[in-house]
């Protein structure tokens, strides 16, 4: 089966290719870049005590920057995971900073932390987590109506419409094929305009073309409706579809691709292992 070519990325101001020791686009002074959606500065997270200590994220610092898809990659046990759940609000750093949207996670409460993650993040799984009792509609504002938060009719059509589910929004999950859901999971991430949706491993249980289906709409989300993505992947396809690339090993950022293709991603996995 041919496989849909990945969109051009558009041009940007840094070189393309992999920048040893690059640790992400960052100010001086330890201060978040103007236009970043969600920055880390010295973020550190650590698992258990003594010899067995394992360092999963070793000082990153790190800017994601608003309107554009970057993808996260890594061998197993680099820290791609860690640092995203950090940066989500989802695990707590050992040290250092999350800032989201001009707010810093970490010294958020956990009920203001619940608030935050409710409207200003969305989450795209792996597992899609739609509730199979509610209607693929019902799955999309769920956040909204656990918040008691009203819906933008507006701009639920316009999700709707990128996704291209109109057809189905009355359909249970059941009904609907894993690249569906998937996109279900990625409207229902999108519908309360947050500040940057995160997806781990999105792809992870689909097949080419339905991965296919969800990574252009991920990527049409960014270039059309301006949101912020970052996606953690270990495929280098689904890579190919971000505007930027950053690799993980041993808890530090490595190496930052700008507008990469899929043979840039290739001779950057290719080098981590040599090293």
Request: no cysteine.
């Given at each position: 089966m041919a496989h849909p070519t990945p969109p051009q990325s558009p041009a940007s101001p840094s070189p393309r290719g992999a920048?040893?020791?690059?640790?992400?686009s960052t100010a001086t002074g330890?201060?978040?870049?103007?236009?970043?959606?969600?920055?880390?500065?010295?973020?550190?997270?650590?698992?258990?005590?003594?010899?067995?200590t394992v360092r999963a994220l070793d000082g990153v610092d790190v800017d994601?920057?608003?309107?554009?898809?970057?993808?996260?990659?890594g061998p197993s046990g680099s820290g791609k995971s860690t640092l995203m759940h950090c940066m989500a609000g989802l695990d707590t750093?050992?040290?250092?900073?999350?800032?989201?949207?001009?707010t810093e996670v970490s010294r958020l409460s956990q009920r203001r932390l619940t608030a935050l993650r409710r409207t200003r993040i969305g989450f795209v799984f792996?597992?899609?987590?739609?509730?199979?009792?509610?209607?693929?509609?019902?799955?999309?504002?769920?956040?909204?109506?656990?918040?008691?938060?009203?819906?933008?009719?507006?701009?639920?059509?316009?999700?709707?419409?990128?996704v291209g589910l109109g057809d189905r929004l009355h359909h249970r999950p059941s009904e609907l094929s894993g690249g569906q859901q998937q996109r279900v999971a990625c409207a229902r991430a999108l519908v309360s305009r947050p500040s940057v949706?995160?997806?781990?491993?999105?792809?992870?249980?689909?097949?080419?073309?339905s991965s296919a289906e969800v990574l252009g709409f991920l990527r049409r989300s960014v270039d059309e409706l301006g949101q912020t993505v970052v996606m953690v992947t270990h495929d280098p396809r689904a890579a190919s579809y971000a505007h930027r690339v950053l690799f993980l090993t041993d808890g530090r950022i490595t190496a930052d691709l700008a507008a990469p293709t899929r043979?840039?991603?290739?001779?950057?996995?290719g080098?981590?292992?040599?090293d």
């Open positions: 920048v040893p020791g690059a640790s992400g330890g201060t978040a870049v103007p236009g970043s959606a969600a920055s880390a500065r010295g973020l550190v997270k650590t698992y258990g005590q003594g010899e067995t994601f920057r608003a309107a554009e898809l970057t993808a996260i990659m750093p050992t040290s250092g900073s999350v800032v989201i949207d001009g792996q597992s899609y987590n739609l509730v199979p009792t509610l209607t693929a509609a019902e799955n999309i504002t769920l956040p909204l109506d656990i918040a008691r938060a009203p819906v933008d009719r507006a701009w639920f059509d316009e999700v709707v419409a990128a949706v995160f997806a781990d491993e999105p792809t992870g249980n689909l097949d080419s073309r043979r840039d991603i290739l001779d950057a996995l080098q981590a292992e040599e």
